[in-house]
């Protein structure tokens, strides 16, 4: 009622103007934005947080459950998760945030905003549902618009975290002598919230259309923003994450069978098989990146922050922040950011198919038709780091496919099964042939180096046999971090008026989150 009152005075003025003749300045758009920023969070005593199933915001009631230095940790008051699980204290999480994941991650990465005051980090403990373990929603980067139930914002830091579901999970893994996977999600869902401020440039509450006028919004590609917080988890001293490096390999209890063949590296589903496909390369990227924690600290803050440069928002800026890296050698490499990708990633692919099996001595490197040499100074250079040398340990191995013709989006890759010393006849297709050892066979890995968006069709020199089916590559919708709740922005635009204020408030209600297994 008060904002049609306001509305209704200035359609008043505008029709009755003042005995000076002076045209009035139009401050509606100011008024509607001073009511808007004007509302708080007031009719919530507990905090809002998003139904997954529903995708709308809602109030639910938490209490205190332990507080540290650096994090307040809140549980819904309709569980206990203490009393549920023998062994298991709010206390020893707060504990562990304190001494190990805040100090660690905001080590490597940089620090979070705090748009609240109160220096903490809110830890807010409930049953998620969907398999998700945790998430981060910048939604509570905005101010509060009670009329509005599709984005509620508590205006504060905040990580949801799954309780019953993950710590189930963590039982089974400390059984196995495994990471926790708890306190883990929790180091994964602080990188998110830490990106955050660098990804979209804001480091306070969003009050003002100044704010992001002339902001082009533009998020960081998932793959690297979700592999970055792969690793802070390992960083934080909760890996290495021995089941994402099984799901690459290939598990033949779950819906890894075949490993990662026929995923791309680019393009997220939110699937576990594209969780182990970003841990395990950028987990390779940032362990050769430098010779010690300090300079492989210093690559991993310079791609979610910036250097003089670009931030690590997409493969290409990736690749540009990894010339400022201690180890990157532009002789091995090259300065292209095609070139730096195919071969990094060939180097990572063999290594990781095996060494016996693709000895670098003998394994020859073809980008296109052009021979690039054996593999023998560039897996020198960028050794697989000892924490992911089980992905070639285990028992089960990458789907062996034979054919011809390969249809294949950026990144994606084969193990092909079969007799060619020939590299594939696109240019942009990167091969790697086994030099036929005869432990093994012939075989050789392939995949597409392009670093755009665009599919290649490779023919590589075989004789014709039937073409490789991904059907049953196809991902499992059960597997997955739903997708219609997964990220909730429409595309780029320039929001420079009150609708591009509520424009804002929908293009920011995404999830950024972590799937358990």
């Not at 004007?38 to 997954?52: E, H, K, L, P, W």
């Not at 198919?353 to 100074?377: H, K, Q, W």
Request: hydrophobic share 35%; proline share 4%.
């Amino acid at each position: 009622m008060r904002k049609v009152i306001l509305l209704l005075s200035l359609i008043i003025l505008n029709c009755f103007p003042p005995f000076v003749p002076e045209k009035p300045k139009d401050n509606s758009q100011a008024i509607l934005l001073a009511l808007l920023l004007s509302r708080r969070n007031t009719s919530c005593a507990g905090f809002f947080v998003r139904d997954v199933f529903t995708d709308e915001s809602v109030c639910r009631s938490f209490r205190l459950v332990a507080s540290g230095t650096n994090a307040d940790i809140y549980e819904e008051s309709s569980i206990n998760m203490e009393r549920q699980f023998s062994g298991f204290t709010y206390s020893s999480v707060a504990t562990a945030f304190d001494t190990n994941i805040y100090p660690r991650v905001t080590s490597a990465i940089g620090t979070p905003t705090d748009v609240d005051g109160n220096r903490k980090v809110i830890i807010l403990v409930y049953n998620i549902g969907f398999g998700i373990g945790g998430f981060f929603d910048p939604i509570n980067f905005l101010p509060d618009d009670p009329n509005d139930s599709f984005g509620r914002s508590n205006q504060k830091e905040i990580i949801y975290i799954d309780g019953s579901t993950l710590l189930n999970i963590r039982r089974r893994d400390l059984s196995a002598n495994l990471p926790d996977p708890f306190l883990g999600t929790i180091a994964h869902e602080l990188q998110h919230l830490i990106r955050f401020r660098y990804e979209l440039g804001f480091t306070t509450i969003i009050r003002t259309l100044n704010d992001i006028t002339n902001k082009n919004l533009t998020f960081d590609d998932t793959w690297i923003n979700e592999g970055t917080s792969e690793i802070s988890s390992d960083i934080a001293g909760y890996g290495p994450q021995v089941n994402r490096m099984s799901c690459f390999r290939g598990d033949p209890n779950s819906s890894c069978t075949n490993g990662n063949t026929g995923i791309s590296l680019f393009t997220w589903n939110g699937s576990i098989r594209n969780y182990a496909s970003v841990y395990t390369f950028m987990s390779y990227l940032y362990n050769v990146s430098g010779i010690n924690e300090t300079e492989r600290n210093n690559f991993l803050r310079n791609t979610v922050q910036g250097n003089t440069t670009v931030r690590g928002s997409t493969i290409t800026n990736l690749m540009t922040g990894f010339q400022s890296a201690a180890r990157f050698n532009s002789t091995i490499l090259t300065s292209d950011q095609s070139g730096m990708f195919r071969r990094l990633y060939a180097s990572f692919l063999s290594q990781a198919f095996n060494p016996a099996r693709y000895p670098a001595a003998t394994s020859t490197l073809f980008i296109g038709t052009t021979n690039a040499g054996n593999l023998t100074t560039l897996n020198t250079q960028y050794p697989l780091p000892t924490n992911l040398n089980q992905i070639h340990n285990f028992a089960s191995a990458f789907g062996i496919v034979k054919g011809s013709n390969f249809i294949m989006d950026p990144s994606i890759f084969y193990r092909v099964s079969e007799n060619s010393a020939l590299a594939p006849d696109n240019t942009d297709a990167v091969k790697i042939w086994n030099g036929n050892p005869v432990a093994f066979g012939p075989e050789f890995i392939i995949f597409n180096g392009r670093i755009d968006t665009n599919r290649i069709v490779s023919t590589a020199s075989l004789k014709t046999l039937d073409q490789f089916q991904t059907k049953n590559e196809n991902l499992i919708s059960s597997d997955s971090c739903p997708r219609s709740y997964y990220e909730r922005y429409s595309s780029t635009r320039n929001l420079k008026s009150i609708d591009g204020f509520e424009n804002l408030r929908r293009n920011l209600a995404f999830i950024r989150c972590k799937e358990v297994e």
